[in-house]
């Protein structure tokens, strides 16, 4: 529902986004999550390059997509993006996608991203300045579910 | 487990797939499934065309990946697929990826296709000599889960 | 130079762009130049159903590009667009790339596209409808190279 | 022609490959050139690592590409790929693709690639150990163009 997301970001689909059925590639939404991913955390005032200096590189590590309706061509999506939790490692990312302006759902995901150091690749904890930025956009909700 | 499975198709990461992080980019497994989802109906001797003409067109519904180690340039993946359960108009597919070679699990997916007509767009039953042709290949094993 | 074109368009680079070069991936400029081929009809009232509809359907027939300098993650791109040329079933359009608020060009392209019947694919005459609204965009210096 | 190339490599079109109008998109032309480009090396004995072991990291300086007949997912195409000159710090590669069994071209393209040294990213002569393997695999023809 798009009254629990803080932000969106909107993507317009491009035509080498489709396939022969004449939608979106399924794994094309993995893009589109990413994107927003990467815009919700620049609303936070973060770069990749910000991230990377607060030993906060990420990677995905589990997602759950469902696809309810497709995207087409040229379709403005408002991919609207927000951390459900804040584990040690984690930080768990709710999106879904809706077109501009309708309230039908067609994309929705849960995605599980975990800090890693850059160099070792291991995982590190969610370092305390993105908890609060994440806090604070996000109101109280974070940790509590 | 690869003992699960009886099919399974390779696939060498290409230089595209991958990104600055140097490993495959997430949304690129969904490729990697599709293009086994495509050669695992070829084995049934199915191609596209023909599962048209069966009024066998399908839709990804929903999925479940665990990306548990990243896969780079150049690497063989052996994609292993299955059917493991055939519902009234769906086909639920299980997806795991090993280095060629290497018993180490680094990509599973859980994924429900949905069979519809393709033209218009609605949910159809499974067709009998579909479930037969499935059958045939994993053995007893698909409708009991 | 960008001076010769009274149209572009902006895209921010994405992560699954790039490669494990850290730059983006080559034939992801062709998909740059395709989003911004589509914004440039757009500028002229034109939806790819529009054109559809005046039968001014197309495909890319030639194209030759030049990678002067990588472009990166997180880059806004300005994607600078003209028509060069109108021919009797053909429009040339010359692409330029620049780093947002730079002068310095990063990739640049000339493209030939041909006019088809969407149906028969045979190439068609460029619409008089679509001759009168380019012209009126690039002044008059298209049908003169 | 096909009898000028002594080396091609086939690629299976995929189903994500495809855009709306049913065929192959045109910036993935990029992507199958790029990937007969690995296995002309393979061919050589040099994977991507000995290749940057060698020095010899190599970018895409320009293009040209011609798309005479679209390509459908499902086809087999064979990537014909030959070194048509070798010049101080870079190779001209000629790539034609056609469908498998057929002599019909459907895409060509003539690409120059630059060596480069991957820290400076800075032009490098083309390694006499490269020159030799290429002349060897493709005969007395490529420094005559």
Known sequence: MKSEFKFHHDIRVRFADTDLQGIVFNGNYLTYY????????????????????????????????DFKAPARF??????????????????????E?????????????????VCIDSKTLKSTR???ALRSLISELEGTTVNRE
């Open 126 to 128: 969610v370092p305390d």
């Open 34 to 65: 990413d994107v927003a991913w990467t815009e919700y955390f620049r609303e936070l005032g973060l770069t990749y390059q910000k991230m990377l200096e607060m030993n906060a590189d990420t990677v995905l590590a589990r997602t759950e997509i």
């Open 74 to 95: 040229d379709d403005i999506l408002e991919i609207y993006v927000r951390v459900a939790k804040i584990g040690n490692s984690s930080l768990l990312f709710r999106f």
């Open 97 to 113: 996608i809706y077109l501009q302006g309708e309230d039908r759902l067609l994309n929705a995901a849960t995605s599980l991203y």
